[in-house]
């Protein structure tokens, strides 16, 4: 059987616009596995002793004086992060756009489906809280040197 050229063209064009991925759906799910409540949560559970210092001033200074601030903490935090999260997921994916191209999208999406990527995402929390942590000691590290 004999396939026309017209048909191999259309053919050929299906095929390479089932190939590629729309880019904001990428852009999409890029943000649905990167900007999420545990990855925040993890950045921000490195810097609660600064974070509670601030609150605790903030209080102080409107007259406010907190009996327990973890626990002040964990209340600000639980009725703080829905709504942060809910904002960045909102903006992220214009950043993504802005960034990368539809290639890049399509590969960093394919990527965060296999095991290894999903192993990533499941460990970004752990690792922005680590390095927040390590970004406090060798800040302080650094201040102490250049004082």
Not at 69 to 84: A, G, H, K, Q
Not at 107 to 120: E, H, L, N, R, V
């Amino acid at each position: 059987m004999k396939i026309s050229g017209r048909i191999w063209i259309l053919a050929l064009a299906f095929l390479g616009t089932q190939a590629s991925a729309d880019p904001k759906a990428a852009a999409d799910y890029i943000v649905s596995q990167t900007v999420t409540q545990p990855i925040f949560e993890g950045a921000i559970l490195a810097q609660k002793p600064l974070i509670t210092g601030a609150l605790q001033n903030q209080m102080r200074e409107n007259g406010i004086r907190l009996k327990d601030p973890d626990r002040f903490f964990d209340l600000f935090l639980s009725e703080f992060m829905d709504e942060f999260v809910e904002s960045m997921q909102a903006q992220s994916a214009q950043i993504f756009l802005d960034n990368f191209s539809e290639s890049e999208l399509n590969d960093i999406a394919a990527f965060m489906k296999t095991p290894s990527g999903q192993a990533y995402v499941a460990a970004t929390p752990t690792l922005m809280q680590q390095g927040a942590e390590m970004g406090q000691r060798a800040g302080a590290q650094a201040g102490l040197n250049a004082g």
